[in-house]
């Protein structure tokens, strides 16, 4: 057991550092989405207000969608490293090591989905001066989320990292798969009033249920009626945070990439 939870804080601790020593890393995961908010938000604000009564401006509405690409970039590009650890040689330390391959993974995917945590709290306290409150009794329950939704992010890179033997194909994967699943979680528009298959695709997602939680955590409740409940959105996220990671597992163990 010392073994495994020194290995895990080590590849953790490993991730931390090697992240924050590269600031082009920092800036590309934090800036380009906080311009798009701006921007697009801002765009669209003056055209059409979202939800029911007085609703809210769509740069707010927009914002539960940013966050969720701020942990999509960081976590998804974080795992790149194992790709970098393979062709300089680390991985193949760390696989032959007398250590099992469950910590290899929790190690790597904790690391990532930390980063990703982290890089999103301040853009969460960006929006407060944007108009953005939290309830006090919702801190918590807005920080598990948040958690949830990185480790998801994590897990799926590092099985994509781990399949995967080139950073042009995982970036190749990522716009093919990852972000055609954020614009159709909800982030751009309501999913309410949808066309039938659209609204199929919608309810599909994973990410959906994600969004729609950080948006009961930060807005007032009937603002957006269509939205799943916060149950259901607890459900979802959580099988998804077992699944992404018995996946991340299952290829570890089974795909020896020497």
């Known amino acids: 057991m010392s073994g495994t939870m020194l290995t895990v804080t080590t590849l953790w601790k490993r991730e931390m550092v090697r992240f924050y020593r590269d600031r082009s890393r920092v800036i590309g995961g934090l800036v380009p989405p906080v311009i798009f908010w701006f921007f697009i938000g801002s765009g669209f604000s003056g055209s059409f207000r979202v939800g029911e009564g007085e609703g809210i401006s769509y740069l707010l509405y927009f914002f539960p969608g940013i966050l969720t690409l701020i942990f999509l970039f ?19 330390s760390v696989l032959v090591a007398p250590v099992p391959r469950t910590s290899i993974v929790l190690g790597k ?122 149950r259901q959105c607890a459900i979802v996220i959580f099988v998804y945070c077992a699944v992404c990671f018995a996946g991340a597992l299952y290829v570890a163990k089974k795909r020896v990439n020497y």
């Open 109 to 230: 995917v904790l690391g990532s989905a930390s980063l990703a945590f982290l890089q999103g709290i301040p853009f969460l306290i960006l929006g407060y001066f944007g108009g953005i409150r939290i309830h006090h009794g919702m801190v918590l329950q807005t920080m598990i989320i948040l958690f949830a939704i990185s480790f998801v992010f994590a897990s799926i890179g590092f099985l994509l990292a781990w399949i995967l033997e080139s950073a042009q194909g995982f970036h190749a994967i990522m716009n093919m798969f990852l972000i055609p699943m954020w614009l159709l979680s909800g982030s751009l528009f309501p999913i309410g009033n949808l066309p039938g298959w659209l609204a199929w695709l919608v309810k599909a997602n994973p990410l959906t249920y994600a969004v729609a939680a950080l948006q009961r955590v930060l807005f007032d409740p009937g603002v957006i009626s269509s939205l799943p409940t916060m």
């Open 74 to 92: 960081t976590a998804i590009f974080s795992t790149i490293s194992i790709i970098e650890d393979r062709k300089e040689g680390f991985l193949q």
